[in-house]
C-alpha cells in the first residue's frame, strides 16, 4: 500500500519570502499522480498544484511550484512570494495512474499547516 | 466556474440515528467519490462510484455506510446508525476521469451527539 509523509506538522513564513513544504511517499507504481492540496479555514479542499510522475518537467502554478525527485520519492511544494491568503493546511497527496492496476483513490499525509506573518 | 456542492454545511445528529449527506459534483464528472476528515487528522477515502456502482471502498467504508445517485444529478452519502466515532468532516468530489484530479466540495460537517 501507499503512504504519504509530510514531516512538517507546522511551518511560518514571513509575508513575501518563499517556503517549502516537504512530502516523501512510497510506492512500488512506476506511474502516478501526486498533488498539493490546500484547505483553509473554510475547510474546503482546494487543488494547488498536479504533477505526473512519468514528466521530468516539475510543475509550476504561478507561485506555487514542485521539486519532483522520482528515484528519492520526494514532492515539496514551494510557495514563492507569500501571500497572507497562503495560510492553510497543505495536504500531499498521490494517487496511482490509471492502467497500473492500482487504486483510484488520494492517499493523504497528515498534513503542513503554514502560518504566515505579517 | 463549476463546482462540487454539498448540503448540509453542518449537520447535528442523535446517535443511532440515520443521517444522508448530500452531494451535487460537477455535470459532466463521471468519478465520484466520499472522503471523510476527522478533526485534526488526515483525510482518508471511504469509496468511490463509477456507472452507478461502487468501484472501491475503504475499510472504513462498512455496512453501515451506503452510496447512491439517485438522479442524474445527486450523489449521497448514507450512515445507518451513526455512532460517535462518525463525527468528522465528509468530503465529496468529483473527476472527469479516474487519471484526472478530484475537484473536492466544502464538506459537510457532521456531529454526532
Known amino acids: 500500500a501507499q503512504t504519504v509523509t509530510q514531516s512538517q506538522p507546522e511551518m511560518s513564513v514571513q509575508e513575501a519570502e518563499t517556503v517549502t513544504l516537504s512530502c516523501t511517499y512510497d510506492t512500488s507504481e512506476s506511474d502516478y499522480y501526486l498533488f498539493w492540496y490546500k484547505q483553509p479555514p473554510s475547510r474546503q479542499m482546494i487543488l494547488v498544484i498536479r504533477q505526473e510522475a512519468y514528466k521530468q518537467q516539475n510543475a509550476t502554478e504561478n507561485r506555487f511550484s514542485v521539486n519532483f525527485q522520482k528515484a528519492a520519492k520526494s514532492f515539496s511544494l514551494k510557495i514563492s512570494d507569500s501571500q497572507l491568503g497562503d495560510a492553510a493546511m497543505y495536504f500531499c497527496a498521490y494517487r496511482s495512474a490509471f492502467g497500473e492496476g492500482g487504486s483510484e483513490k488520494l492517499v493523504f499525509g497528515k498534513g503542513t499547516k503554514l502560518t504566515v506573518n505579517p | 466556474e463549476p463546482e462540487v456542492t454539498q448540503t448540509p454545511s453542518h449537520q447535528v445528529t442523535q446517535m443511532g440515528q440515520e443521517v444522508i449527506l448530500r452531494c451535487v459534483p460537477i455535470s459532466n464528472h463521471l468519478y465520484f467519490y466520499w472522503y471523510r476528515q476527522i478533526l485534526g487528522q488526515k483525510v482518508e477515502f471511504l469509496v468511490s462510484f463509477y456507472n452507478n456502482e461502487i468501484s472501491e471502498k475503504s475499510e472504513i467504508f462498512d455496512d453501515q455506510f451506503s452510496v447512491e445517485r439517485p438522479d442524474g444529478s445527486n450523489f449521497t452519502l448514507k450512515i445507518r446508525s451513526t455512532k460517535l466515532e462518525d463525527s468528522a468532516m465528509y468530503f465529496c468530489?468529483?473527476?472527469?476521469?479516474?487519471?484526472?484530479?478530484?475537484?473536492f466540495g466544502q464538506g459537510t460537517r457532521l456531529t454526532v451527539v
Open positions: 468530489a468529483s473527476s472527469v476521469l479516474e487519471n484526472t484530479e478530484a475537484f
